[in-house]
């Protein structure tokens, strides 16, 4: 049972993969290396995952900086 339960999680992981691969193959601008990053190793997914974490950071900041300027353009 559990061998039958592991293979469909398997099946559905890979069908998911493959779906966004093809996602990330379809939009200009994207990284087309990212399709492989599950042979990456422990410590280039870290990496990858810190690079991610600043990128957001700098996206709540860029919003955090937008906000009050149109607060400011607001009290004009």
Known sequence: M???IQN???RDSKAVH???DELIRSIGGTRNHMVDLERLSDTDLQQLQKEFERIGKKGQETKARAAEVRKEI???
């Open 2 to 4: 559990v061998f039958l």
């Open 74 to 76: 607001k009290s004009r």
């Open 18 to 20: 493959l779906k966004l």
């Open 8 to 10: 469909t999680q398997n």
